[in-house]
Structures are given as C-alpha cells and as structure tokens.
C-alpha cells in the first residue's frame, strides 16, 4: 500500500517536469503568444488528448484560449463516429468550444486517384486552414512527438531525400491547406509517446487506439513497431533523441542554404512575363569567385562543385515560382536542367512536372509555364512558328488622316500608327528624311507606298522580310534567330503586311519597298506602349 501511494506521488513531479519541458519548448520557438485562440487538434488517441491537457494546465502561464478541433475521416465506419462522440464528450466535460467537420476521405481518394493519407491530410488541414480564416482561431496546434519525428527522418532517408528531408517535421509550419493566412505549431516534437502515455494515465484519462496505426502494410508502421524497436535495442539506445537532433540540424541548415539561394534568384533571375531567365554561367557560378572562392582555388569544374547545392536550390525556385500546378521536382529533373545548361545547344529544350518547360536559348536558359492549347487550337500549335491560339492575332488597320491605334491582349500591347507630313515633322521621328535610322520602339514608312488592306499580325513560318539597308530578303526566322529572340517569344511577334508584303516587324528598321526615302511626302510613325 505504501509503494502505491509513493508511486502515485511520484508521477506528480513527472507530469509538473512534462509540463514545464512544453512550456520551454513552445517559449524557445515563438510558437504562442498571450491573447491567442489556439485551436487543439484532438482525434482521441493517447498524443493528441496529452496535448490538450499538457496546454489546458499552461494556458494561464500562457495566456491562451483553448478549443478543441477535430475532423472525421470516415475511414472507420462506426468507429470513426465513436471518435468524434468522445472528443465532443471531452470537449463538454473542459468546458471548451468544439470544431467540427467531417469528410469521406476514401471517396475522396478514389475520385482524384490519390493516396488515402494524402488526401487525408490535405482535407484535414485544409479544414484547420478554414477555422483561422474565418478568425475562430488564430493557430492550430497538433500533436506530433519525437518518435514521429524520428519516424519521418527514417522514412525520408529509405524513400531518398536531400537536406530539406532531413529536417522531418517543422515545429512552425507558415503555411497549410492552401493558406497563407496561418501556423500549425507542434509543442511535443521534443517528447516521447511513451511518456504521454504514462502522463495520461497519473491523470487517469482514458483515450481510444486507431487499429490502423499498426496496419504494417504502411511503411510508417513498420518503421514505428520493428526499425526504430530494432535500431533502439541492437544499435543506439538513443536513436530518437539523435534523430531528433539530426532534424534541427538540417533545418537550420536549409535555413541559411534557402536565404543564399534566395538572395542570389532576386540578383540572377530575370522575371519575364510567364517566366524567368537566367544565364548558364550564372546558374552553374552564382558565387562571386572574389567572394566566396578563394583565388587559384582550381578549375571552373571545381567552382561548379563548390556551389552546385546553390545552383540547385536556383532551379527548384524558378521551377516553383513559374509553374501553373502541382508537380513534384526531383533529383534527376534538377541535374538534367544544370546538365542543358552546361552542356546543351540553343533551341534545345526539355519539361519539367508542374507544366515548366525549359530551353536554351544562346548562353541563357528560359523557364516558362506550358499552358495547355485551347480547344479547337492546331495541332501542331506548339511547333514553331505556329502560334498557339493563345499567341495568334490578325487584325486589319484602318488608317484615318491621324492614323490608327490597334490594341493587341495577346501581346499586352497596343500598335501606333501615326500620320506626319514628311520632312516637315520627320525630327519628331527615329528617322532622319534622307537616311534610314531607328530606335528600339519607333519605325517609319511611306505612307503613299502602302498598298491595302493593311493587316497587323503575329508573324507565320514562311514570312521573308527585306529590311531597309540590307542586300536582299531573308526568312523572318532567320532576322529573328539572329536578334536572339527566343522561340517563346517569336509565337507572338507582330508584323505588319501591305498587300500581303511584310512591311515592318518589331525591333528592325522598316522593309526596304515601304521605308521612308527622298522625296517622302507623308510618314507613318509605327511605335508600341503597354496596354
């Protein structure tokens, strides 16, 4: 009788020392602040229950309000129900608001054709992310312990992963379910299962067993009740903690390596429209050698493996800022990006998941998103020289005594047509009224040389264009490839037709048939500006 009441008084201590490692741990990382509502995600198993008691015995320490928050997977049938009833039940019983949802995970999953506990978990936060939108709470705290952290490493390292595997689970996740709006924060990623288990039972509370937590078919399981068990046992008594340890470490490390790739995507990369480019030898070098590498340090080989984690952390950026939708980038996606870049040839491209294809384009690579043709486009609409229906434009100008202006959507631009007398106004222009000169963004023709209709489209294979102060005529693609426009940006390049005769395209002086010359009476001025 004495050993039992000492018993009991010693489990005191233990559950103050808990309690008190959780407080630690939470005010180390920022995880809360006094005056929130933190919502608790309780699914009635032994960890989560352990979470809401452990922050209801903090929360005036603290300075938080709770509630409790659980969603339904229906992935048990009867059980799944007797989950959410007892939950409810204990929500009653502390006196706590309760949030609800349920979702049939299963339905879900076979509808998308994806895994069951992806979609479980994506359904799942997505309903966490719903409650802080809403304001009925400002965080949501899981309950995910050191053995979960140590499994996820373990499982990251079997399935192959890099330094961002290597991190597990985040204490403070930014963002979840699609929002950007909150945090999920996890108090005992520093705590054992083995002792909430012990905490719950000096507190004497009850909790139910997910009998799917030991299906071995999952990966994870076998991992939770043989490897780690093994590993413990033959190994290092200490597995987990050094688990652990491992984890924070390459957080931290991913930290410093994101913000250098960070700092070095704003310097490098070009945003374009759609896009991004950025030159070979500054993805391959991103380093200043001054800076970073000593001098003499060795060959341009030796610099590129110096620095091929920064180059490689630029390329998954660019990847996840261009795409349109989900795709995963893997190890061999990056290497063949950095293998076109060193060793690939202009015109040479390749796709990536998420819709991103990536060219060579001379000494630069261009990433842009691959938008699906639209219904009804051409078939061979992604060949070049023929513009998808997203890039093809025709459109008869109608010139009055001041001109025309035609506005194109699908260049973001809109087309000049200015009428001057000519000398009188020719200053006005790039042009002087004897020789031919241009700028980037003014052309002139001869108005009296102009035949009908007039027609502002995006340039065709087959186009032959004879500028101004050139011997003889040669294909537009030819001009073009000589400009170093890329084929992206070709589908769109507008030209204008007299009688069917290209007349002017962007970035060349005008045709030599239609080109202002002695003897001009009247000039059309050709400029773009943005829509």
């Not at 054709?113 to 709470?137: I, P, S, W």
């Not at 009804?376 to 109608?398: D, I, K, L, N, P």
């Amino acid at each position: 009788m004495a050993k039992k009441r000492a018993s009991a008084k010693g489990a005191r201590p233990e559950q103050g020392g808990l309690a008190q490692r959780v407080l630690l741990s939470a005010q180390r990382q920022g995880m809360l602040r006094a005056g929130e509502r933190v919502g608790v995600a309780v699914s009635g198993g032994a960890d989560s229950l352990a979470l809401l008691l452990l922050l209801e015995e903090l929360r005036q320490k603290l300075g938080i309000v709770l509630s409790v928050v659980h969603f339904n997977h229906k992935l048990r049938g009867s059980a799944s129900d007797a989950d959410e009833k007892f939950v409810a039940k204990l929500a009653v019983e502390h006196r706590l608001a309760f949030h609800l949802d349920r979702g049939n995970v299963a339905a879900q999953a076979r509808k998308e054709r994806a895994n069951v506990e992806d979609t479980a978990r994506r359904l799942r936060y997505g309903f966490f992310a719903r409650l802080v939108k809403e304001g009925q709470v400002d965080r949501v705290a899981v309950a995910h312990t050191a053995d979960d952290q140590a499994e996820t490493v373990l499982a990251h390292i079997l399935r192959g992963t890099g330094l961002a595997g290597l991190g597990g689970i985040h204490p403070i996740s930014k963002h979840f379910g699609g929002s950007e709006l909150a945090s999920v924060i996890r108090p005992l990623l520093e705590a054992r299962r083995a002792e909430l288990r012990t905490y719950l039972r000096a507190r004497r509370q009850k909790w139910r067993e997910d009998v799917t937590n030991r299906d071995e078919m999952r990966l994870r399981a076998r991992i939770r009740r043989r490897l780690l068990p093994l590993l413990e046992k033959h190994f290092q008594p200490a597995t987990v903690a050094h688990l652990v340890k491992l984890a924070d470490l390459a957080r931290e490390d991913e930290a410093f390596l994101d913000a250098l790739a960070t700092e070095s995507e704003s310097s490098l990369v070009k945003k374009e429209k759609g896009g991004a480019r950025i030159r070979t030898e500054d993805l391959l070098r991103p380093w200043k050698r001054n800076v970073f590498v000593a001098e003499g340090a060795g060959t341009e080989q030796d610099e590129e493996e110096k620095t091929a984690s920064l180059s490689k952390r630029i390329v998954r950026r660019i990847v996840e800022g261009v795409k349109l939708r989900p795709g995963q980038l893997g190890a061999q996606h990056v290497e063949a990006v950095l293998a076109l870049a060193r060793h690939g040839h202009s015109g040479q491209a390749m796709s990536l998941p998420g819709g991103v294809e990536v060219r060579r384009e001379y000494a630069a690579l261009l990433f842009q998103a691959a938008t699906p043709p639209a219904r009804g486009a051409q078939a061979g609409a992604a060949q070049e020289g023929r513009a998808s229906s997203a890039a093809a434009f025709e459109y008869t100008v109608e010139l009055t005594a001041a001109g025309a202006a035609v506005s194109v959507h699908q260049t973001g631009c809109v087309f000049r047509l200015r009428v001057i007398d000519w000398p009188a106004q020719a200053r006005e222009t790039s042009v002087d009224h004897f020789a031919v000169t241009r700028t980037k963004d003014r052309e002139a023709l001869d108005r009296d040389l102009l035949r009908e209709p007039l027609v502002l489209r995006n340039w065709r294979l087959g186009d032959v264009f004879h500028p101004a102060g050139h011997h003889k005529p040669r294909k537009l693609k030819r001009w073009l490839a000589e400009m170093r426009v890329s084929r992206w940006d070709r589908a769109g390049w507008p030209v204008l037709t007299s009688g069917g005769v290209l007349a002017w395209t962007r970035g060349m002086p005008a045709a030599a048939e239609f080109a202002v010359r002695e003897g001009t009476r009247v000039g059309i001025v050709m400029s773009e500006e943005k829509l």
